[in-house]
């Protein structure tokens, strides 16, 4: 069985594809952000795919909600196992995304962005919003409503997410660190068994994976630690 880690590929082509072929496609799946995607376009999927792997874009659509399913029905057909869209987009737009995927024989899963994982209590009170963890179940439950597949959110959401929501509604939680490692950009973050604990499908983990000395020995590591 893949593990639940999604290995997030924040790195240049070249960098990308020798790390993607040094790792298993049984081990892990991959995503692909908006660094990547940017600069090689949607030719970077193919090669992955090709390479195996279950692909993850996560370029978290936000738009109004025709360019949006525009959107999500283009990354559809590059084949990708999943995406993800803004849950701050409102629910016309998450249902526009949803129904872009109806009647595809294979439609990948589509995934809501809660609150970013970078994300400070101060920052949120700077755009408005009191408590970051309400804010997150509260999106939670409007991508529910409007039949996404799961959310992205932090670990520490993730008990009361799957309480409200169900243990089959996906949980997908960045943020991911050791005790000892730094935390970058980060804010609200996890260990990899924690998030597990608390019930996490799909952990992503990015630069303590990518820029260790030994990307397969960590994520190696990581693997053992939630088994
Ligand atoms: O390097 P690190 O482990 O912090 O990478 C986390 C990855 O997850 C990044 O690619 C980032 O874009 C992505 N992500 C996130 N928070 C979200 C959604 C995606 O950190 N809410």
Redesign the pocket.
């Known amino acids: 069985m893949i593990s639940p880690i999604i290995v997030?590929l924040?790195l240049e082509r070249d960098l990308a594809l020798d790390l993607a072929k040094s790792l298993d496609p049984n081990n892990c799946r991959l995503?692909v952000?908006?660094?990547l995607f940017t600069s090689v376009g949607p030719r970077v999927i193919e090669e992955l795919s090709a390479l195996g792997f279950d692909v993850f874009l996560?370029l978290?659509f936000h738009d109004i909600p025709n360019t949006v399913a525009q959107s999500v029905k283009a990354a559809s057909n590059l084949g990708v196992w999943m995406l993800?869209v803004h849950t701050s987009g409102g629910s016309t737009m998450i249902k526009a995304a949803k129904e872009a995927t109806t009647g595809l024989v294979d439609p990948p899963l589509i995934i809501g962005?809660?609150?970013?994982?970078?994300l400070s209590k101060k920052d949120v009170n700077e755009i408005g919003i009191q408590d970051i963890s309400n804010q997150a179940l509260s999106l939670a439950s409007l991508a529910k409503k409007n039949s996404l597949d799961g959310i992205?959110?932090?670990a520490n959401d993730v008990r009361r997410i799957k309480e409200l929501l169900g243990k089959d509604f996906i949980t997908?939680t960045?943020?991911?660190?050791s005790s000892n490692s730094s935390k970058?950009?980060?804010s609200r973050v996890s260990s990899a068994r924690n998030a597990i604990e608390k019930g996490a499908d799909y952990l992503?983990?990015?630069?303590?994976?990518?820029?260790s000395t030994n990307p397969m020995e960590s994520l190696d590591s990581i693997i053992k630690e939630i088994s």
């Open positions: 997030a924040d995503k952000g908006s660094q996560d978290k993800n962005v809660t609150m970013l994982t970078s992205v959110c932090s997908v960045p943020g991911i660190r970058d950009d980060q992503v983990i990015g630069r303590p994976i990518t820029k």
